[in-house]
């Protein structure tokens, strides 16, 4: 659904967010070679921002509720959907790319807490811009002892997207079968983490 940008999509499309860092691999290149990740857990906390209309929008039709009552999709029920979803999508992502790592000898699991979800939508691409951002911070877990061994920490996932009227097509190509775009940020995310992971 053609939907106007909503006010908290406006500010994180301007850039009001903070920027960040990425915390460094406090591991040692042998000791990141070593890793074997036995699990993976993605949480997303009921305090992270997520603004995904696409997602609302398809939450909303599946239940047969009017899609233009905003306070529909703030309701409790509406936005554990939306982090379940994004949790479930954002795992499948990194299970996707780390699936390619070699695997070491000492076993760990790795937990992500998602901060951050901004997927614009069309209406806001065409009217001011703005490209989908996934945020996240990942810890790598000592299996036996639950020692925390390092962090990936201030990562952002982000890929272009069509802006103005290449919007639209950019939608059409999503409808034809192309990544969407909070796959193309969580990839990206996912990416950045096993380059981080990379022997240096």
């Not at 967010?17 to 915390?23: E, F, H, I, K």
């Not at 807490?113 to 209406?123: E, H, Y």
């Not at 061994?149 to 996932?157: N, S």
Request: aromatic share 6%; glycine share 6%.
């Amino acid at each position: 659904m053609f939907r106007r940008p909503t006010f908290a999509a406006l500010l994180l499309a301007l850039g009001l967010s903070a920027c960040t860092t990425v915390a460094p691999n406090t591991l040692s290149p042998q000791e990141t070679a070593n890793l074997h990740f036995t699990s993976l857990e993605v949480r997303v906390p009921p305090q992270t921002l997520i603004a995904w209309s696409t997602a609302e929008d398809d939450y909303l039709r599946a239940r047969g509720l009017s899609q233009t009552d905003p306070a529909l999709t703030a309701a409790p029920e509406a936005r554990a959907h939306l982090r379940d979803l994004a949790a479930s999508r954002f795992k499948r992502a990194l299970e996707r790319v780390m699936a390619r790592r070699p695997q070491g000898t000492r076993p760990v699991r790795l937990v992500a807490t998602v901060t951050r979800v901004d997927i614009p939508s069309v209406a806001q691409r065409m009217i001011i811009g703005g490209h989908p951002t996934v945020q996240a911070d990942i810890e790598v877990i000592d299996a036996r002892s639950g020692a925390v061994l390092t962090t990936y920490r201030g990562a952002v996932g982000r890929r272009t997207a069509g802006q103005g009227v290449m919007a639209l097509a950019d939608s059409l190509a999503v409808s034809a079968g192309a990544d969407d775009l909070f796959d193309r940020a969580a990839i990206d995310y996912a990416e950045g983490f096993e380059g981080w992971l990379a022997p240096r």
